[in-house]
């Protein structure tokens, strides 16, 4: 995206990956299955979130401890406050945003 910056191998710090489970549709090829993530409950109390795109894991990662702390809020009369994830910064995303980002670059 950016050659003029010429990053090596030696500025990388860190990566990751992940794995999104497919919701499986009957007749879809899996680049045709909906990206929407959806949440089941089974029987057993078992919480299963599958779809998503991985760009979204925060705001799916969100949805379920939100959903957690009101089951336990209702069914155990106690109390956990909500998700704080969309407070919190992104490994190596803190960079003050674009006005600040020659200024990162030339760090």
Do not use: C
Request: zero cysteines; glycine letters at 10%; charged letters at 35%.
């Amino acid at each position: 995206m950016f050659p003029d910056v010429q990053i090596t191998e030696k500025d990388i710090e860190s990566s990751w990956a992940g794995d999104r489970p497919l919701i499986y549709e009957e007749g879809k090829d899996p680049s045709e299955i909906s990206r929407k993530d959806e949440i089941w409950e089974s029987h057993s109390g078992l919480i299963t979130i599958a779809g998503g795109k991985l760009t979204g894991y925060r705001k799916m990662a969100e949805t379920i401890v939100d959903l957690l702390a009101e089951k336990f809020r209702i069914e155990e009369n106690r109390s956990f406050p909500s998700s704080q994830t969309k407070y919190l910064p992104i490994s190596g995303g803190n960079v003050g945003g674009a006005k600040k980002f020659a200024e990162k670059k030339q760090d």
